[in-house]
Each structure stands twice: as C-alpha cells, then as structure tokens.
C-alpha cells in the first residue's frame, strides 16, 4: 500500500513492508524531516522502547516519503496504517535522533 502525499502528518509513526519505523517530525511545504528505525525492526508493544536511538534523521520530499509502500500495525491496541504520538514520544525521537536544530531550521526557512 502506498501513503498519498496527504496522508502523511507530524506527529506519527508509520511502518514500511521492509519493517522500519519512520516518525514524521517536521514538514514545511513539500520538505519534511522525519526519523527512520534500522529495517526488520521488531513489533511494537506497550513496554518496548521507540526504535530510533542513534538513527539520524532524515530530510526528504513528502512526495518521496509517500512513495514507499508502508503498511497497517498494530499500536496501543489499535491497527492502522498511521499511529499519533504523543508529545512525550516525538520529545524522544527528537533527542533520540538529535534533530532539533534540523527542525528549527526548516521551519525557520
């Protein structure tokens, strides 16, 4: 299955067929700076941490992003092909990712 451009937002979490994590940090425009896990990342459950420590983020086109085939899991109990975080998890992958000055400087841009 492949996102349209549209449906992807800030503030969640996606997975693709090749099971990594991507949380969507920023977007400006057509740009957006989101984190990736390592591919082959294990299933989420309630007690499991966030994938993305020491991953670097990533800035791409949205279209780009959307082009991937991404597929529905399972996340707090609820299967979709989009997960919201809260804003305690997108403080995490941010710190985790190191990507507040990436962030600042898009959105200042």
Not at 13 to 34: H, N, P, W
Not at 87 to 99: F, G, K, L, R
Request: proline share 7%; glycine share 4%; hydrophobic share 45%.
């Amino acid at each position: 299955m492949r996102l349209k451009a549209p449906d992807v937002a800030v503030g969640y979490l996606y997975l693709t067929s090749a099971r990594q994590y991507r949380a969507v940090l920023a977007m400006k425009g057509e740009f957006m700076i989101y984190a990736p896990s390592l591919e082959g990342a294990a299933p989420l459950t309630p007690s499991t941490p966030l994938p993305f420590a020491n991953q670097p983020f990533k800035k791409c086109q949205t279209v780009t992003f959307a082009k991937k085939d991404y597929q529905a899991f399972d996340f707090n109990g609820v299967n979709a092909i989009k997960h919201p975080l809260d804003e305690a998890q997108m403080a995490q992958i941010i710190a985790q990712c190191n990507a507040k000055s990436a962030i600042a400087s898009l959105v200042a841009a």
